[in-house]
């Protein structure tokens, strides 16, 4: 992978074009990548090392009914919790996880 030309698309193989000045973020296209999962006979290295695949939007777009959507949980503490009092601190934590 160059950074000219990323990972084709996963589905139709069609050439996608990357985003100026990246390694692998295409044009028109999703980056998916996973650093492995419990459970998986392909890919579960454990070392860090990760796979990625990419999926142009048409073929995201033909197959939406078959994507699962998901936020991801996002923890934004900024309050200094040595002032807060023990109740407003476990409040604060409660909120945020
Ligand atoms: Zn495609």
């Known amino acids: 992978m160059s950074s000219n030309t990323p ?4 589905i139709c193989l069609i050439e ?3 985003v100026e000045g990246s390694t692998n973020q295409p044009h028109d296209g999703v ?3 996973s ?3 419990y459970g998986s006979t392909f ?6 090392s990760a796979l990625a695949i990419n999926v142009c939007d048409a073929c995201l777009a033909d197959r939406e009914g078959l994507i699962g959507l998901y936020q991801r949980r996002v923890t934004r ?5 040595d ?3 023990n109740q407003e601190r476990h409040e604060l934590l409660r909120r945020n996880g």
């Open 31 to 33: 980056e998916f990548t």
């Open 16 to 18: 996608l074009t990357n």
């Open 35 to 37: 650093y492995g999962h």
């Open 77 to 81: 503490i900024t309050e200094d919790l």
């Open 43 to 48: 890919f579960d290295p454990i070392d860090g």
């Open 83 to 85: 002032l807060l009092t």
């Open 7 to 10: 990972i084709p698309c996963f």
